[in-house]
Protein backbone atom coordinates (compact mmCIF):
# COMPACT_ATOMS: atom_id res chain seq x y z
CA UNK A 1 0.00 0.00 0.00
CA UNK A 2 1.12 3.34 -0.75
CA UNK A 3 1.87 6.11 2.00
CA UNK A 4 1.65 9.21 1.03
CA UNK A 5 3.68 10.64 4.24
CA UNK A 6 6.34 8.54 2.61
CA UNK A 7 6.39 10.79 -0.39
CA UNK A 8 6.72 14.06 1.64
CA UNK A 9 10.08 16.27 1.74
CA UNK A 10 12.44 14.20 4.13
CA UNK A 11 12.65 17.60 5.78
CA UNK A 12 9.14 17.59 6.99
CA UNK A 13 9.24 13.65 7.89
CA UNK A 14 12.55 14.50 10.17
CA UNK A 15 10.43 17.81 11.91
CA UNK A 16 7.45 14.97 12.42
CA UNK A 17 9.65 12.75 14.15
CA UNK A 18 10.99 15.31 15.99
CA UNK A 19 8.15 16.64 17.07
CA UNK A 20 6.35 13.88 18.02
CA UNK A 21 9.08 11.86 19.75
CA UNK A 22 10.24 15.14 21.65
CA UNK A 23 7.17 15.63 23.74
CA UNK A 24 6.57 12.22 23.72
CA UNK A 25 9.84 11.04 25.33
CA UNK A 26 10.51 14.10 27.78
CA UNK A 27 7.25 14.44 28.88
CA UNK A 28 5.51 11.37 30.12
CA UNK A 29 2.06 12.69 30.22
CA UNK A 30 -0.75 9.49 30.13
CA UNK A 31 -3.01 10.85 28.03
CA UNK A 32 -0.25 12.26 25.34
CA UNK A 33 1.31 8.70 25.80
CA UNK A 34 -1.69 6.86 25.11
CA UNK A 35 -2.87 9.20 22.14
CA UNK A 36 0.68 9.30 20.80
CA UNK A 37 0.93 4.91 21.01
CA UNK A 38 -2.50 4.43 19.07
CA UNK A 39 -1.30 7.20 16.48
CA UNK A 40 2.11 5.14 15.74
CA UNK A 41 -0.04 1.81 16.25
CA UNK A 42 -2.46 3.18 13.63
CA UNK A 43 0.27 4.21 11.27
CA UNK A 44 2.06 0.92 11.46
CA UNK A 45 -0.72 -1.26 10.53
CA UNK A 46 -0.61 1.01 7.38
CA UNK A 47 2.95 0.27 6.85
CA UNK A 48 3.45 -2.94 7.69
CA UNK A 49 0.42 -4.61 8.08
CA UNK A 50 -1.63 -6.40 11.22
CA UNK A 51 1.13 -8.63 11.41
CA UNK A 52 4.00 -6.18 11.62
CA UNK A 53 1.97 -4.40 14.18
CA UNK A 54 1.69 -7.76 16.18
CA UNK A 55 5.47 -8.47 16.00
CA UNK A 56 6.90 -5.03 17.32
CA UNK A 57 3.83 -4.43 19.41
CA UNK A 58 4.54 -7.65 21.25
CA UNK A 59 8.17 -6.20 22.04
CA UNK A 60 7.01 -2.81 23.30
CA UNK A 61 4.47 -4.33 25.64
CA UNK A 62 6.86 -6.45 26.89
CA UNK A 63 9.13 -3.20 27.50
CA UNK A 64 6.53 -1.75 29.48
CA UNK A 65 4.91 -4.02 31.33
CA UNK A 66 9.23 -4.76 32.73
CA UNK A 67 9.51 -1.50 33.65
CA UNK A 68 5.71 -0.90 35.63
CA UNK A 69 7.29 -4.66 37.95
CA UNK A 70 11.18 -3.56 37.87
CA UNK A 71 10.43 0.25 39.22
CA UNK A 72 7.59 -1.13 41.69
CA UNK A 73 10.07 -3.94 43.18
CA UNK A 74 13.00 -1.39 43.80
CA UNK A 75 11.55 2.25 43.79
CA UNK A 76 9.77 2.76 47.13
CA UNK A 77 9.01 6.57 46.58
CA UNK A 78 5.40 7.83 47.44
CA UNK A 79 2.85 8.16 49.59
CA UNK A 80 -0.13 5.44 48.50
CA UNK A 81 1.08 2.25 50.30
CA UNK A 82 -0.90 -0.83 48.28
CA UNK A 83 1.33 -3.85 50.15
CA UNK A 84 4.54 -4.62 51.23
CA UNK A 85 7.37 -7.09 49.52
CA UNK A 86 8.44 -10.17 51.08
CA UNK A 87 11.31 -7.99 52.41
CA UNK A 88 9.44 -5.55 53.64
CA UNK A 89 9.80 -2.73 51.62
CA UNK A 90 6.23 -1.15 50.32
CA UNK A 91 4.93 -1.27 47.03
CA UNK A 92 3.30 2.44 45.93
CA UNK A 93 0.87 3.56 43.84
CA UNK A 94 3.30 6.51 42.46
CA UNK A 95 6.25 3.99 42.36
CA UNK A 96 4.14 1.95 40.02
CA UNK A 97 2.42 4.68 37.87
CA UNK A 98 6.32 6.07 37.22
CA UNK A 99 7.17 2.48 35.91
CA UNK A 100 4.04 2.44 33.92
CA UNK A 101 4.68 5.48 32.40
CA UNK A 102 8.09 4.89 31.76
CA UNK A 103 7.67 1.46 30.37
CA UNK A 104 4.97 3.28 28.07
CA UNK A 105 7.01 5.48 27.07
CA UNK A 106 9.88 3.08 26.07
CA UNK A 107 7.20 0.93 23.75
CA UNK A 108 5.84 4.57 22.18
CA UNK A 109 9.46 5.26 21.31
CA UNK A 110 9.96 1.53 19.95
CA UNK A 111 6.45 1.60 17.84
CA UNK A 112 7.97 5.22 16.16
CA UNK A 113 10.81 3.79 15.88
CA UNK A 114 9.39 0.75 13.88
CA UNK A 115 7.93 3.49 11.38
CA UNK A 116 10.89 5.49 11.16
CA UNK A 117 12.73 2.74 9.42
CA UNK A 118 10.08 3.09 7.16
CA UNK A 119 9.59 6.64 6.21
CA UNK A 120 13.03 7.82 6.71
CA UNK A 121 15.10 6.08 4.27
CA UNK A 122 18.68 6.08 3.80
CA UNK A 123 18.84 8.26 0.66
CA UNK A 124 16.64 11.10 3.08
CA UNK A 125 19.33 10.69 5.39
CA UNK A 126 22.11 11.19 2.94
CA UNK A 127 19.85 14.34 1.18
CA UNK A 128 19.67 15.68 4.78
CA UNK A 129 22.79 15.43 6.26
CA UNK A 130 25.29 14.65 3.07
CA UNK A 131 26.67 18.02 2.62
CA UNK A 132 27.06 19.11 6.18
CA UNK A 133 27.95 15.45 7.80
CA UNK A 134 28.77 13.33 5.27
CA UNK A 135 30.83 10.90 7.56
CA UNK A 136 27.52 11.05 9.61
CA UNK A 137 24.76 10.77 7.26
CA UNK A 138 26.69 7.80 5.12
CA UNK A 139 27.11 6.02 9.02
CA UNK A 140 23.38 6.36 9.77
CA UNK A 141 22.79 4.92 6.32
CA UNK A 142 25.09 2.00 6.39
CA UNK A 143 23.59 1.10 10.21
CA UNK A 144 19.93 1.40 8.99
CA UNK A 145 20.55 -0.83 5.41
CA UNK A 146 22.78 -3.27 7.97
CA UNK A 147 20.33 -5.15 10.02
CA UNK A 148 17.98 -5.89 6.93
CA UNK A 149 20.81 -7.07 4.98
CA UNK A 150 22.13 -9.12 7.64
CA UNK A 151 19.08 -10.97 7.82
CA UNK A 152 18.37 -11.73 4.32
CA UNK A 153 22.20 -13.00 4.38
CA UNK A 154 21.67 -15.20 7.35
CA UNK A 155 18.89 -16.81 5.39
CA UNK A 156 21.25 -17.43 2.38
CA UNK A 157 23.91 -18.76 4.64
CA UNK A 158 21.93 -21.03 6.78
CA UNK A 159 20.46 -22.24 3.64
CA UNK A 160 23.51 -23.01 1.65
CA UNK A 161 24.65 -24.24 5.21
CA UNK A 162 21.97 -26.87 4.82
CA UNK A 163 22.49 -27.69 0.90
CA UNK A 164 26.05 -29.13 2.16
CA UNK A 165 25.16 -31.13 4.91
CA UNK A 166 25.82 -28.54 7.91
CA UNK A 167 22.29 -27.97 8.88
CA UNK A 168 22.59 -25.82 12.18
CA UNK A 169 18.84 -27.56 13.13
CA UNK A 170 20.29 -31.10 13.55
CA UNK A 171 22.99 -32.95 15.66
CA UNK A 172 23.97 -33.04 19.15
CA UNK A 173 24.13 -29.60 20.80
CA UNK A 174 28.03 -29.29 20.26
CA UNK A 175 27.76 -29.82 16.82
CA UNK A 176 24.37 -27.54 16.34
CA UNK A 177 26.82 -24.68 18.18
CA UNK A 178 29.69 -25.47 15.59
CA UNK A 179 27.57 -25.33 12.46
CA UNK A 180 26.35 -21.84 14.18
CA UNK A 181 29.47 -20.62 15.17
CA UNK A 182 30.70 -21.27 11.63
CA UNK A 183 27.59 -19.44 10.22
CA UNK A 184 28.21 -16.57 12.91
CA UNK A 185 32.53 -16.59 11.17
CA UNK A 186 31.05 -16.43 7.70
CA UNK A 187 28.40 -13.20 8.42
CA UNK A 188 31.01 -11.63 10.24
CA UNK A 189 33.47 -11.95 7.39
CA UNK A 190 30.70 -10.84 4.82
CA UNK A 191 29.82 -7.94 7.06
CA UNK A 192 33.15 -6.33 7.27
CA UNK A 193 33.68 -7.02 3.66
CA UNK A 194 31.04 -5.24 2.53
CA UNK A 195 31.25 -2.36 4.87
CA UNK A 196 34.85 -1.44 3.22
CA UNK A 197 33.52 -2.35 -0.59
CA UNK A 198 30.76 0.33 0.42
CA UNK A 199 33.42 2.63 2.08
CA UNK A 200 35.53 2.25 -1.24
CA UNK A 201 32.92 2.91 -3.93
CA UNK A 202 31.30 6.01 -1.67
CA UNK A 203 35.11 7.31 -2.19
CA UNK A 204 35.11 6.77 -6.02
CA UNK A 205 32.55 8.39 -6.24
CA UNK A 206 33.55 11.83 -4.61
CA UNK A 207 31.37 11.36 -1.57
CA UNK A 208 32.16 13.98 0.95
CA UNK A 209 34.77 16.24 -1.30
CA UNK A 210 33.83 19.98 -1.75
CA UNK A 211 31.81 21.16 -4.56
CA UNK A 212 30.15 17.76 -5.33
CA UNK A 213 27.00 18.16 -6.60
CA UNK A 214 23.93 15.01 -5.88
CA UNK A 215 20.97 14.08 -7.59
CA UNK A 216 17.72 14.02 -5.53
CA UNK A 217 13.77 14.27 -6.46
CA UNK A 218 12.67 15.86 -3.25
CA UNK A 219 10.88 18.75 -3.56
CA UNK A 220 9.79 21.51 -1.00
CA UNK A 221 6.39 22.99 -1.93
CA UNK A 222 3.58 25.03 -0.85
CA UNK A 223 2.04 22.03 0.93
CA UNK A 224 5.17 21.10 2.62
CA UNK A 225 5.21 24.56 4.17
CA UNK A 226 1.29 24.38 5.27
CA UNK A 227 1.79 21.02 6.53
CA UNK A 228 5.06 22.22 8.50
CA UNK A 229 3.26 25.46 9.94
CA UNK A 230 0.61 22.83 10.86
CA UNK A 231 2.97 20.79 12.65
CA UNK A 232 4.28 23.66 14.52
CA UNK A 233 1.35 25.25 15.72
CA UNK A 234 -0.30 22.17 17.29
CA UNK A 235 3.28 21.56 18.97
CA UNK A 236 3.62 24.99 20.18
CA UNK A 237 0.35 24.58 21.41
CA UNK A 238 0.85 21.46 23.67
CA UNK A 239 4.49 22.91 24.93
CA UNK A 240 2.95 25.87 26.01
CA UNK A 241 0.06 23.33 27.96
CA UNK A 242 3.17 22.12 29.33
CA UNK A 243 5.21 24.91 30.32
CA UNK A 244 1.89 27.01 31.64
CA UNK A 245 1.14 24.14 34.08
CA UNK A 246 -2.16 23.33 32.14
CA UNK A 247 -0.83 19.95 31.59
CA UNK A 248 0.60 19.21 34.81
CA UNK A 249 1.94 15.45 35.66
CA UNK A 250 3.36 14.74 39.32
CA UNK A 251 4.57 11.15 40.33
CA UNK A 252 6.28 11.89 43.90
CA UNK A 253 5.44 12.13 46.42
CA UNK A 254 1.66 11.81 45.53
CA UNK A 255 0.25 10.64 42.14
CA UNK A 256 -1.21 14.10 40.61
CA UNK A 257 -2.58 14.98 37.01
CA UNK A 258 -4.23 18.09 35.58
CA UNK A 259 -7.75 18.52 35.58
CA UNK A 260 -9.58 17.96 32.48
CA UNK A 261 -9.88 21.80 31.50
CA UNK A 262 -11.09 23.24 28.21
CA UNK A 263 -7.38 24.30 27.70
CA UNK A 264 -6.15 20.55 28.07
CA UNK A 265 -8.61 19.10 26.15
CA UNK A 266 -7.56 21.59 23.45
CA UNK A 267 -3.51 20.33 24.57
CA UNK A 268 -4.81 16.83 23.46
CA UNK A 269 -6.99 16.91 20.44
CA UNK A 270 -4.20 19.16 19.06
CA UNK A 271 -1.59 16.63 20.22
CA UNK A 272 -3.86 13.98 18.36
CA UNK A 273 -3.81 15.96 14.88
CA UNK A 274 0.11 15.84 15.58
CA UNK A 275 0.47 12.33 15.79
CA UNK A 276 -2.30 11.01 12.86
CA UNK A 277 -1.42 13.71 10.43
CA UNK A 278 0.20 10.45 8.67
CA UNK A 279 -2.93 9.03 8.42
CA UNK A 280 -4.97 12.50 7.29
CA UNK A 281 -2.64 12.64 4.57
CA UNK A 282 -3.52 9.38 3.49
CA UNK A 283 -7.17 9.69 4.05
CA UNK A 284 -7.02 13.11 2.12
CA UNK A 285 -5.28 11.18 -0.96
CA UNK A 286 -7.32 8.19 -0.86
CA UNK A 287 -10.69 10.64 -1.09
CA UNK A 288 -9.16 12.80 -3.51
CA UNK A 289 -8.11 8.88 -5.35
CA UNK A 290 -11.81 8.20 -5.09
CA UNK A 291 -13.23 11.25 -6.01
CA UNK A 292 -11.30 11.42 -9.84
CA UNK A 293 -12.23 7.56 -10.46
CA UNK A 294 -15.64 8.84 -9.90
CA UNK A 295 -15.36 11.35 -12.28
CA UNK A 296 -14.11 9.33 -15.18
Known amino acids: ?15 FYLFVMGITVFYM ?3 LLAVSGVAASGYLVRLRGIRGLVRVFGLA ?53 ATWTKVMTSDKLIYLFGKGFPALSLLLSMVLRFLPQFS ?10 RCVGRDVGYGSIWQRLHKGVRVLSILV ?6 SVDTADSMKARGYGLRGRTQYHQYRWDF ?23 GLEM ?16 LCYGLYG ?3 WIPWILNMVEDWKWRYWMYKI
Not at 76 to 81: D, E, K, P, V
Not at 189 to 194: A, C
Not at 223 to 245: E, W
Not at 250 to 265: E, G, S, V
Open 189 to 194: TWSLET
Open 61 to 113: LTVAVLSAVINSMFSHQGMTILGYLPTGNPVTLESLMYGACTGGMMGVVILWC
Open 223 to 245: RSSLLLAGMAGCGIVVLAGIMSR
Open 273 to 275: VLC
Open 152 to 161: AQTKRVVAAQ
Open 250 to 265: LYFPLWHMNDTTPFAC
Open 29 to 31: HPV
Open 1 to 15: MKDEFTRCHPGLNLM
